[in-house]
């Protein structure tokens, strides 16, 4: 009974401790990954979401109807965003992102 309880001990402790091992390896990967990356905004696809959510809460679901949305960087450091216009009238929404924090440098919508 006692080599019972002591071996069940023992395995729960290795559980335990190999789980701690894992978390702490997982948590050094995300650290490394986020060290490598100084930019809050790295890729297109990250621009466009924030063009987004900016044009959602400033223009409304009408955005919708330009898309899809591109982005180009300008230098190596302005995230341009915008619409694409379908039909011969109207315009479309614009946003410029700074690519090393987020900040919005301009948002407009043509006509």
């Known amino acids: 009974m006692r080599n019972v309880f002591f071996l069940s001990s023992i395995l729960s402790l290795i559980i335990i401790l190999s789980t701690g091992v894992n978390c702490r390896k997982y948590k050094s990967k995300l650290n490394t990954q986020n060290q490598n990356s100084n930019e809050i905004v790295p890729n297109e696809e990250t621009a466009i979401k924030i063009a987004e959510a900016v044009w959602l809460a400033k223009f409304g679901e009408r955005i919708y109807s330009k898309e899809p949305f591109v982005a180009s960087l300008i230098g190596d450091s302005i ?17 410029s992102i700074q690519k090393k924090d987020g900040k919005i440098l301009e948002i407009s919508h043509g006509k």
């Open 79 to 95: 995230w341009e965003v915008k619409g694409t216009l379908i039909e011969k009238k109207g315009g479309v929404p614009f946003v």
